[in-house]
């Protein structure tokens, strides 16, 4: 392998670059997606039951999910 090999197979190329920027802006998208509709769900039950124990479950609840699915399974 010479020098100009090894070089041009270690740098990423501009479409690389291009693709991963691409799909961090998609990642972040939907992450802000998610979070807005939480919160949209969140003040939903605390407008409708006007109680913040139901907002706190509505936020809480995929999180308790992940941590029972992790327990049963000895990961948590």
């Known amino acids: ?3 100009n090999e090894f070089q041009s197979a270690s740098l990423p190329t501009a479409g690389a670059v291009w693709i991963r920027s691409i799909r961090a802006k998609a990642v ?3 992450t802000v997606q ?3 509709a939480t919160a949209r ?3 939903f039950a605390y407008a409708t039951t006007g109680s ?3 907002s706190v ?3 809480v609840a995929p999180h308790l999910d992940i941590l029972l699915r ?7």
């Open 34 to 36: 998610i979070i807005s």
């Open 28 to 30: 972040a998208s939907e």
């Open 52 to 54: 913040a124990l139901a």
């Open 57 to 59: 479950a509505i936020v």
């Open 70 to 76: 992790c327990a049963a399974h000895g990961r948590g």
């Open 1 to 3: 392998m010479s020098t």
């Open 41 to 43: 769900d969140a003040l």
